[in-house]
């Protein structure tokens, strides 16, 4: 981008429209507001120009909106939103790549905690159901756990990249909040999980907790992988998922299972 | 929508255990249905004699009301009526915002089950409860260009459906593990499809472009 600096340039303002919505019950509404512009804005920028001057457009006065950032370098998750109708973190979203008037609003599949806030509890609870963890606990010392080979490291890498932060649910068109498909975020870790060595002794348990939480509910849409903004590979977490409960089914026919 | 934790909720499997069956009744018996049904049509480019003799052949296998109801009623109504059970339930497009191929793809495949449901039943209800199927009576229909284009579309929901459903299966299942595996698939299933569809075409050719007798 050049920098230009004369009068024009300066003068020019950047369009937004907010989704607000003041309690997890009470309607939506959009407010629309104008900031002026500057290099390398990005959505966080935006909303925190908003906070220092919160009125609309039309010269109303309004309140700061509310919404959840944390790390503004993309490994969080917690500022993500939908902005110009696609879901992605507002901090990496700058404003000199999208359309204007922008759309900020919150992600639709998850109950909105004021404003631009979702509660994205959900997805915590789903990486209990498949024991998102390595069982090390035990009343006497385990000593050195097993070596995980290179290989397994680095497959085992990509799905820890996974920040909890709700892309992959938001654009699902199979997903939702209460309807008992546990979705492609806490599929990918379920086999991250079972990657790990010592992990892996729980891979029947978690088999099972995909299963029970409606795993082939799964439309193969894909759009998961398309937004995944740490480029998880949520594609093979879930087809490698699929194999796994199809060998437990197998074992659950043939007896063999516990 | 409110914060209220009661909404979360896991179902017990069951769901999973439909799915795989739905899955499974869409490659066998369906699909190779399929696949032998729009075979066995191409008896009629030959000659209206050697369909008729390919129907009659058919009707007079043993236990025919069996094997149809077994091998083909039941698995045909599970697969549709669950097929539009969860269909509603659960699919909710975002082609606007998400337009990447697999999610038209998945859209097809949905829209495409509503077709098939339909056409199955008008298929069914003008051909398997006519007592005197024959080429002439067959051809008689589809000369009509309105039936034709009726079929000519039921003839390609079908197939891609079962092109599609193909893809699916093998990742539903967890046979193509993989972006690469299921691209290589994609191209296989694809033209799986094509040839079918063009065996299914040529035979409704035949009867569309036969002269009345």
Known sequence: MDTNKNATESQKVVKFKIKRQITP???????????????SLNIITLLMAQHTHPVTAAGHKSTPATYDANCLEE??????????????QACTALVDKLEQPITIEPMSKFPVVRDLMVDRKRMFESLKWIKAWNPIDNTAPLGEGPKVSPEEQEKAYNFSRCMTCGCCLESCPQWSSDEGFIGPQAIAQSVLFNIH?????????????????????????????????????????????????????????????? | MSINNNSLKANNGTEFWLRRLHSLTGLFPLSLFLVFHLVVNNSAIKSPEAFNTVVNMLRSLPYLELIEISILGIPILFHG??????????????????????????YFQR????????????????????????????????????????????ILASVYHFANGLWNFLISWGITIGKKAQTVSAYICGSIGLIVFAIGCSALWAFYSSLPN
Request: contains cysteine; proline residues 4%; hydrophobic residues 40%.
């Open chain 1, 75 to 88: 490994v969080c998750g917690s500022c993500t939103m939908v902005i110009n109708g696609r879901v992605q």
């Open chain 1, 197 to 258: 060595p010592t992990g892996k002794s729980l891979e029947d348990e978690r088999v099972k907790g995909l299963i029970d939480n409606g795993l082939n509910i799964c439309g193969n849409a894909q759009n998961c992988a398309a937004v995944c903004p740490k480029e998880v590979d949520l594609i093979g977490a879930i087809s490698q998922a699929n194999w796994q409960a199809t060998k437990y089914m197998a074992k659950q026919i043939l007896g063999k299972g516990h």
């Open chain 1, 25 to 39: 019950d009470s309607e939506a509404y959009w407010e629309e507001f104008e900031t002026p512009w500057k290099p």
């Open chain 2, 111 to 154: 829209i495409t089950g509503i077709i098939i449901f339909i056409f199955i039943a008008v298929h069914v209800y003008q051909f398997r409860f006519n007592e005197d199927l024959d080429f002439e009576s067959v051809a008689m229909l589809l000369r009509e260009p309105i039936w034709a284009i009726a079929y000519f579309v039921g």
């Open chain 2, 81 to 106: 009526l669950y097929g539009l059970i969860i269909t509603p339930k659960f699919a909710r497009s975002n082609l606007g915002a998400y337009s990447q191929v697999h999610n038209w793809t998945y």
